[in-house]
């Protein structure tokens, strides 16, 4: 059986466009983000819109071989 990490983060701040957050050019954090859960097996979600405030979740597997990653 995986066990699954859960870590979210909520605000009521002002909100932004998502797609446009995680396609910018100029900047790698939310994509950063979810790349890296990707890449752990895990899902990463953020939800949020101008005026509503955001939510970021992520889920990840804590006992899962991954291939690849050499533990230190």
Same mark, same amino acid.
């Given at each position: 059986? !995986?066990?699954?990490?859960? &870590?979210?983060?909520? #605000?009521?701040?002002?909100?932004? #466009? %998502? /797609? @446009?957050?995680?396609? @910018? @050019?100029?900047?790698? +954090? &939310? /994509?950063?983000?979810? *790349?890296?859960? %990707?890449?752990l +097996?895990?899902?990463?979600t953020? #939800?949020?819109?101008a +005026?509503?405030? !955001?939510?970021?979740?992520? *889920?990840?597997? %804590?006992?899962?071989?991954? *291939?690849?990653?050499?533990? &230190?």
């Amino acid at each position: 059986m !995986t066990e699954i990490l859960l &870590l979210e983060i909520q #605000d009521n701040g002002v909100g932004f #466009d %998502v /797609a @446009r957050a995680i396609n @910018r @050019r100029k900047s790698v +954090g &939310l /994509a950063g983000m979810r *790349e890296r859960a %990707v890449l752990l +097996g895990g899902h990463f979600t953020v #939800d949020s819109a101008a +005026g509503s405030g !955001t939510q970021i979740s992520a *889920e990840l597997p %804590v006992n899962q071989p991954r *291939e690849g990653v050499v533990e &230190l």
